[in-house]
T-cell receptor, first 114, second 113 residues
Framework: AQSVTQLDSQVPVFEEAPVELRCNYS??????LFWYVQYPNQGLQLLLK??????LVKGINGFEAEFNKSQTSFHLRKPSVHISDTAEYFC????????????FGKGTRLHILP | GAGVSQTPSNKVTEKGKYVELRCDPI?????LYWYRQSLGQGPEFLIY????????DSGLPNDRFFAVRPEGSVSTLKIQRTERGDSAVYLC???????????FGPGTRLTVL
């Protein structure tokens, strides 16, 4: 069975500063990896996903994530954050080649400080 | 185009009552998923439909929870004898085919008093 650990429940960062949201996963099989964002009072939206191929994945709104198999990590990064990035970010995993259910982490709340 | 829609957006009920939550997937999407998101947690998988049949219902917490998708489109999540612990946001998602993205609806916030 897969599991996801998001190491930080909240991350404060100043506007225009870089940010990294950490995610580690556990699985005995190959996986698909995802980052979803949930803006205040809105539904979940896919930021980016890793299925195969290049380990550096670029998503929407300037976010990117890197798949590291040896460290079982999929950290999310953005070089310069904006106030509009304030949201809850969820890392998620599904079993590779069986993209049915997605297992989500508990989420990281990103606070952008002015 | 229209996204996944869920009705009602909010539902308040009393302990012991029966509730139905509805999900309208994106047109043409064959797969449909239900998740539950409790306060401060990530979404938790409940059940997955491929067409009309439940392909995986391993996430349903107990036999008070049941879901149907009789015509392979709209789905209804049914909860019998609701308990206060059932209070959560119930999310629906749909997907066109294998490898495609799951698109989420806005959710139904269920409050059991």
């Amino acid at each position: 069975a897969q599991s996801v650990t998001q190491l930080d429940s909240q991350v404060p960062v100043f506007e225009e500063a870089p940010v990294e949201l950490r995610c580690n996963y556990s699985s005995s099989v190959s996986v698909y990896l995802f980052w979803y964002v949930q803006y205040p009072n809105q539904g979940l939206q896919l930021l980016l996903k890793y299925l195969s191929g290049s380990t550096l994945v670029k998503g929407i709104n300037g976010f990117e994530a890197e798949f590291n198999k040896s460290q079982t990590s999929f950290h999310l990064r953005k070089p310069s954050v904006h106030i509009s990035d304030t949201a809850e970010y969820f890392c998620a995993v599904s079993e590779g080649n069986r993209d049915d259910k997605i297992i989500f982490g508990k989420g990281t709340r990103l606070h952008i400080l002015p | 185009g229209a996204g996944v829609s869920q009705t009602p957006s909010n539902k308040v009920t009393e302990k012991g009552k029966y509730v139905e939550l509805r999900c309208d997937p994106i047109s043409g999407h064959t797969a449909l998923y239900w998740y539950r998101q409790s306060l401060g947690q990530g979404p938790e998988f409940l059940i997955y439909f491929q067409g009309t049949g439940a392909a995986d219902d391993s996430g349903l917490p107990n036999d008070r929870f049941f879901a149907v998708r009789p015509e392979g489109s709209v789905s209804t999540l049914k909860i019998q004898r609701t308990e206060r612990g059932d209070s959560a946001v119930y999310l629906c998602a749909s997907r066109r085919g294998s490898g495609d993205t799951q698109y989420f609806g806005p959710g139904t916030r269920l409050t059991v008093l």
